[in-house]
C-alpha cells in the first residue's frame, strides 16, 4: 500500500521531517559534498561561459545525494514527494553544517 502524501503548509513544519530523513552521518556528508561541488561547479560555468557544465552541477548535486539516501539512510529522497521544499531542506542543513547547527 502506498503511502499518503502528508501535506506541509510551511516549510516551518516540513524542515523536521527533512532532518529526520537526513540522521545519518555519512549522508549528510554526501549531501554536503554534491552540494558543494554543485555550487563550484555552477561559478566554473557562469566564470568561464561553458554554460555546458550547468547540468554537471546538477549531477553533483542530486547524485550524491540520492546515493547517500539510497545506499546509505536506505530511505527515498524527499525530492521525490516535495521537490521545492526539499531544496530549500538541503540548501538549510548545508548552512547549518556551515555555522556548525547540524553535525557534520
Known amino acids: 500500500m502506498a503511502q499518503e502524501l502528508i501535506v506541509y503548509n510551511s516549510f516551518k513544519e516540513f524542515y523536521p521531517y527533512y532532518l529526520k530523513e537526513h540522521t545519518n552521518r555519512t549522508n549528510r556528508r554526501l ?3 554534491g552540494t558543494t561541488l554543485g555550487f563550484l561547479t555552477i561559478a566554473y560555468a557562469l566564470l568561464t561561459g561553458q554554460y555546458k557544465y550547468l547540468l554537471l552541477a546538477l549531477v553533483f548535486g542530486y547524485g550524491f545525494a540520492w546515493a547517500g539516501h539510497f545506499f546509505i539512510e536506505k530511505n527515498k ?5 516535495y521537490p521545492i521544499w526539499s531544496f530549500r531542506g538541503d540548501m538549510k542543513m548545508y548552512t547549518s553544517i556551515l555555522s556548525g547547527k547540524v553535525k557534520f
Open 31 to 33: 549531501h554536503f559534498i
Open 77 to 81: 529522497p524527499a525530492t521525490f514527494k
